[in-house]
Nanobody, 119 residues
Framework: QVQLVESGGRLAQTGDSLTLSCAAT????????LAWFRQAVGKERESVAG????????YYSPSMKGRCIISIDDAKSTVYLQLNSLKPEDTGVYFC????????????WGQGTQVTVSS
């Protein structure tokens, strides 16, 4: 099993940058990919960005492309999500989750970290 803990969420101003962390523990060698998702109040959860655990490939949602960078620190089994040029619509709870193979669903969800962007 894999456990995920997100951190780094905070109250930010429009235009700010912040970096979220997702620390993985447990059987991290079984992870195929990790992705960040977010959910705003009253809205469905949406994907933000993803990365293969090998670090070889990344994915960004169209709404976030150009405004965020996902990266991985192998030694720390931690994935970072740098959010830039924050907008109020970026407000929400940010979660990370993992895939254990290319066709599998995302699971082992963390508890989430709150990002609030004020205008």
């Amino acid at each position: 099993q894999v456990q995920l803990v997100e951190s780094g969420g905070r109250l930010a101003q429009t235009g700010d940058s912040l970096t979220l962390s997702c620390a993985a523990t447990g059987r991290t060698s079984s992870i195929y990919a990790l992705a960040w998702f977010r959910q705003a109040v009253g809205k469905e959860r949406e994907s933000v960005a993803g990365i293969l655990w090998s670090g070889e490939n990344t994915y960004y949602s169209p709404s976030m492309k150009g405004r965020c960078i996902i990266s991985i620190d192998d030694a720390k089994s931690t994935v970072y999500l740098q959010l830039n040029s924050l907008k109020p619509e970026d407000t929400g709870v940010y979660f990370c989750a993992v895939q254990f193979d290319r066709r599998g669903q995302f699971g082992s969800w963390g508890q989430g970290t709150q990002v609030t962007v004020s205008s």
